[in-house]
T-cell receptor, first 115, second 113 residues
């Protein structure tokens, strides 16, 4: 497997524009997580899915953020409208449910800059 | 709510030294604990996973221990090398229905040649 794949790797957009980040989890993994990383706040969990169903979105900062997982192999995180304070690295991770849990694998991240 | 703390925030050592990174967590009801490495501008690479029933895991020069009852984990790096320079993060998966990882803020390690 190629691991967790995120696109784009870098995104520069103007304030007010819509931004869509994409993630392909590892095949067979039934949990998918979206994290945001900034210098000030470190890694923050935004939302996670189990079997394509959103389980906890309490970390989503505002209604401007939304996430979907239409099938087991694809998820999107959308920001509309984007603001400069949304600038961060967004990571997607996936893992497989088993007793005791399993390793979480991360994508390379999308570096978002909102100007 | 689970909180994870890593000490120290930064560490600088000469090449060849053995070193220990510390991680503590507030809720001992965990499924597992995972150590990651992050290089500047890169993603997270999983180093070691310790299940809640285990006491330690080893991979090469790395050894991670877990004391669930006291809420502590350590990552031991033997014979450090400049290539070990990176930020090391620990994360716990809390037990129960939730499966999310809660991360510490990381230890930035610099190994000087």
């Amino acid at each position: 497997d190629a691991g967790v794949i995120q696109s784009p790797r870098h995104e520069v957009t103007e304030m007010g524009q819509e931004v869509t980040l994409r993630c392909k989890p590892i095949s067979g993994h039934d949990y998918l997580f979206w994290y945001r990383q900034t210098m000030m706040r470190g890694l923050e969990l935004l939302i996670y899915f189990n079997n394509n169903v959103p389980i906890d979105d309490s970390g989503m900062p505002e209604d401007r953020f939304s996430a979907k997982m239409p099938n087991a192999s694809f998820s999107t995180l959308k920001i509309q409208p984007s603001e400069p304070r949304d600038s961060a690295v967004y990571f997607c991770a996936s893992t497989q449910h088993r007793v005791g849990g399993t390793e979480a694998f991360f994508g390379q991240g999308t570096r978002l800059t909102v100007v | 709510k689970q909180e994870v703390t890593q000490i120290p925030a930064a560490l600088s050592v000469p090449e060849g030294e053995n070193l220990v990174l510390n991680c503590s967590f507030t809720d001992s009801a965990i499924y597992n604990l995972q150590w990651f490495r992050q290089d500047p501008g890169k993603g997270l690479t999983s180093l070691l996973l310790i299940q809640s029933s285990q006491r330690e895991q080893t991979s090469g020069r790395l050894n991670a221990s877990l004391d669930k009852s006291s809420g502590r984990s350590t990552l031991y790096i033997a014979a450090s090398q400049p290539g070990d320079s990176a930020t090391y993060l620990c994360a716990v998966t809390s037990s129960g229905s939730a499966r999310q990882l809660t991360f510490g803020s990381g230890t930035q390690l610099t190994v000087l040649p």
